[in-house]
């Protein structure tokens, strides 16, 4: 049991690590895209596309782990899973090409009286999104099995290996437009689609496209991944609104409420996204109820001590830390 702690705190060690140089080089983006864009109507456009793009497809990716997971623990739910992947992806892609048939309709009613220019450029960026979208949904299917092999790290290293990327791409074309930098986006997020497969189709995963919807067992995911779909989604709604409310008010509003959640994100990342990705397995696989629920609470405390923390150095670092991370080039003017 000692060795099995001592893997596993190593293991965590190392997630942790990697996601603080993963988060360096989101800081680093994010640092870019203020001097590249600021905070005008081209970003404003870009974020108000990306952030409906990831309200719908959050409510898609949220519960997939949570759902999956428990069910990747017997073989004698193979069927039921087969059957859950092919009817939340067959949802996906219908939601897909009904919203790429109705982007200038969608992005007229979250823009509100925006104007022409601003509709054009966010629905031709739309285009970009949703396929980025689609494939972050079909990677939250891979995170789900390789978390449960225990390949937390391998994911950790795609999403840093992109980051850079990313950020590469960034600093040495000075000179991008708005759609380079969606182009961008959608390239990386293409690169760790492929990454992720390759990963998951090593671990022998075997899946088979079964339309059968009256399994039993389909149902009962279909029940867990409901509520938890709708709890994930409040979130991602919560944030839309306040893009819609901010496409209403002056140039520039969304961009600097997107930078504003980019921090949060960063510290939701660091930490709960950690700790939820790590833990969560290994509540399920555990063997009985009283030590699940420990485990939890020892989770819960943790958790809660660390925010806590983190909410404290918000206030410490305040508006000198903001000026670090933002203000140069278009963003400083």
Do not use: W
């Amino acid at each position: 049991m000692d060795k099995s702690n001592s893997s596993a705190l190593r293991q965590l060690n190392s997630m942790v690590l990697i996601t603080i140089l993963t988060q360096i080089f989101i800081l680093l983006k994010n640092a870019l895209v203020a001097s590249h864009f600021g905070v005008g109507i081209e970003l404003d456009a870009y974020n108000l596309s990306f952030n409906i793009t990831n309200f719908v497809y959050s409510f898609i990716g949220a519960g997939i782990s949570t759902v999956i997971i428990p069910f990747l623990k017997e073989k004698s739910n193979k069927t039921a899973l087969n059957i859950f992947i092919t009817f939340i992806y067959t949802v996906s892609i219908i939601i897909f090409i009904f919203m790429l048939l109705f982007k200038n309709q969608i992005i007229a009613i979250a823009g509100g009286s925006n104007g022409i220019e601003f509709i054009n450029i966010a629905s031709n960026i739309f285009v970009y999104t949703l396929i980025s979208g689609i494939l972050n949904a079909l990677i939250k299917f891979a995170n789900a099995v390789l978390e449960f092999k225990g390949q937390f790290n391998r994911q950790k290293m795609i999403v840093l290996f992109t980051s850079i990327i990313f950020v590469l791409l960034l600093f040495f074309f000075k000179d991008i437009s708005i759609y380079d930098f969606a182009l961008i986006l959608l390239v990386t997020t293409f690169i760790s689609f492929i990454a992720h497969f390759y990963f998951l189709k090593r671990t022998n995963f075997d899946f088979n496209i079964n339309f059968d919807i009256n399994n039993d067992g389909f149902k009962q995911m279909l029940r867990l991944y409901i509520p938890t779909m709708m709890s994930s989604g409040v979130y991602q709604l919560s944030l839309l609104i306040d893009t819609m409310i901010s496409a209403r008010l002056d140039v520039g509003s969304i961009s600097i409420l997107n930078y504003a959640n980019s921090v949060i994100g960063m510290i939701n990342m660091l930490l709960l996204a950690n700790l939820t990705s790590f833990m969560y397995p290994r509540l399920v696989k555990k063997s009985n109820e009283i030590d699940q629920q420990k485990s939890l609470i020892h989770y819960i405390l943790l958790t809660n001590t660390l925010m806590c923390l983190i909410f404290v150095l918000f206030f410490i670092i305040g508006r000198e830390g903001i000026t670090i991370l933002f203000e140069r080039g278009k963003f400083y003017k």
